[in-house]
């Protein structure tokens, strides 16, 4: 569910639905930083489009 989230907050960026949230990247990084949404996400990034795992993976070196 969380990543659904972060994936309709990203495209609704992306297209100027919504304004950028600031620290968006940085709470991406911290998230994917804790040990289960990490697993989580290495398990269902391979049924996400390719821009918006490259958004995530982006994040998660973001500093």
Same mark, same amino acid.
């Given at each position: 569910m969380v990543f659904q989230q972060m994936n309709s907050a990203y495209y609704a960026m992306? /297209? %100027?639905?919504?304004?950028?949230?600031?620290?968006?990247?940085? /709470?991406?990084? %911290?998230?994917l930083s804790l040990p289960v949404p990490r697993e989580v996400w290495e398990k269902i990034k391979v049924f996400q489009n390719d821009e918006f795992v490259a958004f995530m993976e982006s994040c998660r070196s973001w500093k």
């Open positions: 992306r /297209d %100027q639905l919504v304004v950028k949230l600031e620290g968006l990247r940085r /709470d991406i990084a %911290q998230f």
